[in-house]
């Protein structure tokens, strides 16, 4: 499928990401790619390891750019935009990965009825290629030009569409949730250690744990529940500890938790 050229105002953690995966994919070719960055080294960095195009301004990037990727954090969103309000061509696919940018933000900043725009929210496993990704699109987004995008997407993990009501959910059950699975991982290996294991075999075990448990529930599709019955044998080890962890109301603090998140979410 036809992508054009991509165009990146960002070339942050999560862009590279991105980028990295379309790349590994074959998606696009990294002629197809053009960038910038807020710092010179950055750039030059970047375009040194995947062999991108960069230019000289955001307006560059926004008048080549087909798909426009803007990966910026959304502090930065106003002042972007009056960059490239103009240099933007006629059709081209704005998609912002900032979160509390809605739809309509970016159809009043841009106040442009010639471009169409599509939010997404990636998380941090899209380095490893193992993100997760939700996207919605506005009205004049076609399902063809919403499919380039999620190809684009697919390249670093899982994309999936939801509607835009729920794009602060996404926020809360996976932009945001690689930092309790890390806090879960570190206090898993704390345990370990204090236990006498050394901490770089604590981490791998805690961790392979988790990845191999997640693998379990998107490969096998049974509840998670039923996996979690599946481990705790009559008078085992497992359940005691899945006693303690009710006791102490780990469900209730990882679900308060999230809705912190998303209530931040929702007034950023």
Not at 52 to 66: G, H, K, M, P, Q
Not at 223 to 250: F, N, R, W, Y
């Amino acid at each position: 499928m036809e992508t054009g050229k991509i165009g990146f105002i960002g070339l942050g953690n999560m862009a590279v990401a991105m980028i990295g995966g379309m790349l590994k994919e074959k998606i696009i070719e990294p002629k197809q790619v053009i960038g910038k960055a807020r710092t010179r080294e950055t750039e030059e960095k970047i375009k040194n390891r995947f062999n991108i195009l960069t230019a000289e301004s955001n307006a560059r990037v926004a008048a080549e750019a087909d798909i426009l990727f803007l990966a910026v954090k959304p502090v930065y969103f106003a002042g972007v935009i009056e960059e490239i309000r103009e240099a933007v061509r006629p059709g081209t696919l704005i998609v912002s990965i900032a979160a509390g940018r809605t739809l309509s933000y970016l159809k009043k900043e841009f106040g442009r009825e010639d471009c169409k725009f599509i939010r997404c929210m990636p998380n941090t496993p899209a380095l490893v290629l193992e993100g997760c990704t939700g996207v919605c699109a506005e009205e004049k987004v076609t399902g063809e030009e919403l499919d380039r995008v999620l190809a684009l997407l697919n390249a670093f993990g899982r994309a999936s569409v939801v509607p835009e009501s729920l794009m602060d959910v996404v926020v809360g059950v996976s932009g945001s949730a690689p930092a309790y699975v890390f806090l879960f991982i570190e206090a898993m290996a704390d345990e370990a250690v204090a236990e006498g294991m050394p901490r770089r075999q604590a981490y791998e075990f805690a961790a392979q744990a988790v990845l191999g448990s997640a693998r379990m529930v998107l490969e096998t599709g049974k509840h998670p529940g039923e996996l979690k019955d599946m481990v705790c044998s009559p008078g085992g080890t497992t359940i005691q500890a899945v006693k303690v962890l009710e006791e102490k109301g780990l469900r209730a603090a990882v679900m308060d938790a999230m809705a912190a998140c998303i209530e931040k979410s929702r007034n950023m």
